[in-house]
């Protein structure tokens, strides 16, 4: 083992008791198809979510479950493509080979797949969006949080006072104190050391999401039986004027556009996997179960939360109060909502961390403020915890600027169709699509090469109206 490796390994155990090395010299990758789908389903079933009964509403009974399947294909062809980009080149027979033959190469993250097969000029690009989305979601997170916990304390004082009672109101001091709880509780976890060691966290955070999505579904299922009747319509919610009808669709499809992807951080999950069976192979199948599930899910909490509450249809499903009993179990569905989001946030904060760190170790080499680690002892009779100064500022200064922005911008549903269109061109779609062109050497003009084209055409029309209509949307609500 060289020197550079020994020095990429966070502890030196010495030779006696070296750490197993995969091929490329890092640590041994001990992912498998249940981790994996563990990640994918929570960097996709998060936020999101919870705006799609809304979404569904604003577009109607035809258009909204059409548009709910639609992303799901999208999200599916786009994660495939990405996932023939793990390894590079890939060999002529079109197999992926391991990289102990000398003919592929790992990209272990997207920007690194984008900087093999793209060159640089796509790289400053895909940078820039992918970490601008990565911080977004932080905030769209830290929103989420403060409406979640805000609507437990509602629902309990509701329980005990009756519905509407004017001493259960909240107001903007008590849901920015949520904000900084939240933030509080990030920082503690923004310390998680790397991404390998979030497997634990990432499925906690996974059984939480299908837990609120179930009661989510539940509930608006209970609700449509109970009342005997399907609410809503085939033209959606109406509106005053064509306008702002329009502007009200390009929101709903930004959100929608919001709760699928996770393609940014895919070629981060599959660097998790082991190299036997092949990781693009795991990871294939691991898009399969992860967005079918994440489909179904999706289709039967958009709709049945339509059905159930027709045009009313709350922004926020589960705390836009169109369900008061039973109330323990929206509580119960509101605290797994925090606690998939306190793993979320990690989830893709976690890259942005791992990019500072690398940067300014290369740029600052001799510093040590940003290279230093202390052993320092939290907890009486655990292990010591290395701690960095670098790491120590500027993770608590990330967390802290993205709860002062959610404190600025609290629009729920503004801000995740926002964050959904901002990326979902530029990263999903086009991106993928010329990396696997370059990958797989299709030619031009060839069938493939005109269908590829034609997708991702016709998907940058779909995100550039739900970017307009979520900018629109944004303003008028800051403006008041």
Known sequence: MSPSHRGSQPFDLGDAAAPELDDDGRAARTGNLWTCMAHIITGVIGAGVLALSWSVAQLGWVAGPVAVLCFAGVTYVSAVLL???????????????SSSSGKTRRNYTYMDAVLALLGRKHTYVCGTLQYLYLYGIGVAYTITTATCLGAIKKSNCYHGHGRGASRCGSDADEQHLFMLLFGAAQVVLSFIPN????????????????????????????KTVGDGAIRG??????????????????????????????????????????????????????????????AFFYLCVGCFGYAAFGNAAPGNLLTGFGFYEPYWLVDFANACIVLHILGGYQFFSQQIFTVADRWLAARFPESAFVNRTYAVRIVPGLPRYGLNLQ?????????????????????????????????????????????????????????????????SVVCFAVGTFAFIGCVVGVVRKRLG
């Not at 959904?420 to 060839?446: K, S």
């Open 83 to 97: 996932s023939h980009c793990y390894r590079s080149p890939v060999a002529a027979s079109g197999s992926e080979e």
């Open 195 to 222: 991404f390998h060691s979030m497997a634990w966290l990432s499925a906690v955070a996974a059984a939480m999401s299908f837990t609120y999505a179930t009661i989510g579904l539940g509930l608006g299922l209970a």
């Open 233 to 294: 319509g085939v033209a959606g919610v109406p509106m005053a004027t064509t306008a702002q009808k329009v502007w009200r669709v390009a929101q709903a499809v930004g959100d929608i556009a919001f709760a699928y992807p996770y393609t940014i951080v895919l070629l981060e999950i599959q660097d998790t996997l082991r190299s036997s069976p092949p990781e693009g192979e795991t990871m294939r199948k691991g898009n399969v179960v992860a967005v079918l599930a994440t």
């Open 391 to 455: 790491r120590l500022c500027f993770r608590t200064a990330y967390v802290a600027s993205t709860t002062g922005l959610a404190v600025v911008f609290p629009y729920f549903n503004e801000v995740l169709g926002l964050l959904g269109a901002l990326i979902f061109w530029p990263l999903v779609i086009y991106l993928p699509v010329e990396m696997y062109c370059v990958q797989r050497r299709v030619r031009p003009w060839t069938p493939t090469w005109v269908v590829l084209k034609a997708f």
